[in-house]
């Protein structure tokens, strides 16, 4: 019997678990290996930062979503691969022998790209830790008035200025730190210039400059300005796992795996990759969830067919996407392609998504 290693919980592998559950895989033991045993929806995050959710609301829990596809759950996490001899190693000292492997675990943020910041910042990934922290940030608010610096310019580090200044109100002061040009720089102009506008509205102070250094108390500024800070949240962009660089898997420039039309590797065919952990020449797509999400179908036959030997098919993802951002209050921006809007219709077509999406895994 075939072995089939699902690494990580993230957006394509609840649906493949969805999947298998519908309709087992007649000829393979499948495995899970995900450090927690829920996968805290990035989505949501924001309003639950907001206060518009509870943590439980933002949840697809992995364990009984494993158990009903059949599905071995081991609660790890990967620290090394090794494709020559097919083995996963563990962060419980475990080594997992697999047929075919799928990984979808996600990017992380560098701890190290800037200075002090491992030491003294808050990181939005692993999002687990991100929400213990937040909720000590927020008590620490109710005793004193905070300054609080979100860096990263990215629509989650947009999302979560507003967030923070929306939910804390008087009791802090926050600024978004973007790393040199203007907030959302990957965005049409007119979600942009919406997007600049909420942050005036919420009184978030906007630094168009790149952090170089956090200390204690401080945020350094690469044109010399030195902001007084006592949270620095790091939103930086995606980066690779480290654990992939020794992996033998073929990489990009940046470290995440070269992926072709069938979602496999380019180097290693019995090795899938999805989601902000992979990459793809022939189809380039932005790092987020929505094209996570949509690798989840073409993802499960794929692996589907592979453990059977039949053909696998290739996935085209669509180039446009629909593009939801929370500003803070009950109010959201909507874009596809070079159209959006926003208000607080917005808002609540993007709970009504937000919420059905987590449902649909419980
Ligand atoms: C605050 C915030 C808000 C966001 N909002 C949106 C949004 O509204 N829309 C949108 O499209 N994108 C959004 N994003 C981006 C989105 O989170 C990512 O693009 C998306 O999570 C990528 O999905 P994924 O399946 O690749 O990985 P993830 O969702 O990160 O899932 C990875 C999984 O792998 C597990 N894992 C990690 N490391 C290991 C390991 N070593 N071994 C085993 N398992 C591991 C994790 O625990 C997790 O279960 C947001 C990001 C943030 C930070």
């Not at 907001?50 to 933002?58: N, T």
């Not at 090794?82 to 075919?100: E, F, K, M, P």
Request: proline residues 6%.
């Amino acid at each position: 019997m075939k072995h089939l290693i699902l690494l990580g919980g993230g957006h394509a592998h609840v649906h493949v678990l969805k999947a298998l559950a519908q309709e087992p895989l007649p000829s393979a033991q499948v495995t899970l290996v995900s450090p927690y045993a829920r996968q805290i929806y990035s989505g949501m995050v924001p309003g639950l930062v907001a206060g518009h959710y509870m943590v439980d609301d933002c949840v697809i829990p992995l364990a009984p979503l494993a158990a009903q596809a059949k599905v071995t759950f081991v609660q790890s996490a990967a620290t090394a691969l090794d494709a020559r001899t097919r083995t996963v190693s563990l962060s419980n000292g475990q080594s997992l022998h697999y047929d075919a492997l799928s990984i979808d675990t996600g990017p992380v943020v560098d701890r190290h790209a800037i200075v002090g910041a491992d030491e003294h910042a808050l990181f939005v990934r692993p999002m687990e830790d991100f929400v213990v922290q937040w909720d000590d940030l927020f008590a620490l608010t109710q005793q004193q008035v905070l300054s609080v610096v979100v860096v990263g310019g990215g629509a989650a580090g947009v999302e979560l200025a507003l967030a923070m200044q929306y939910r804390l109100g008087e009791r802090a002061r926050v600024s978004l730190v973007t790393g040199g040009p203007p907030p959302l720089p990957s965005h049409p102009v007119r979600v942009r210039s919406r997007a600049l506008r909420a942050l005036k509205r919420r009184g978030v102070t906007v630094l168009e400059d790149a952090c170089t250094a956090i200390t204690q108390n401080h945020v350094q500024l690469g044109r010399g300005m030195r902001l007084e800070c006592d949270s620095a949240v790091l939103a930086l962009g995606a980066a690779a796992p480290p654990w992939l660089q020794r992996s033998g898997l073929a990489l990009d420039e940046r470290g995440f795996v070269a992926t072709g039309d069938s979602l496999q590797s380019t180097s290693h065919p019995e090795v899938f990759a999805v989601g902000d952990v992979a990459s793809s020449a022939s189809r380039p797509v932005p790092k987020s969830g929505v094209y996570a999400v949509r690798a989840g179908p073409p993802l499960a036959l794929n692996l589907r067919r592979f453990v059977a030997a039949g053909e696998l098919q290739p996935h085209r993802p669509q180039r446009v996407a629909l593009n939801l951002l929370a500003c803070g209050e009950r109010r959201a921006i909507a874009s596809w392609g070079p159209w959006s809007a926003e208000g607080r219709w917005v808002w609540w077509w993007k709970d009504r998504i937000d919420r059905a999406f987590v449902a649909g895994y419980r």
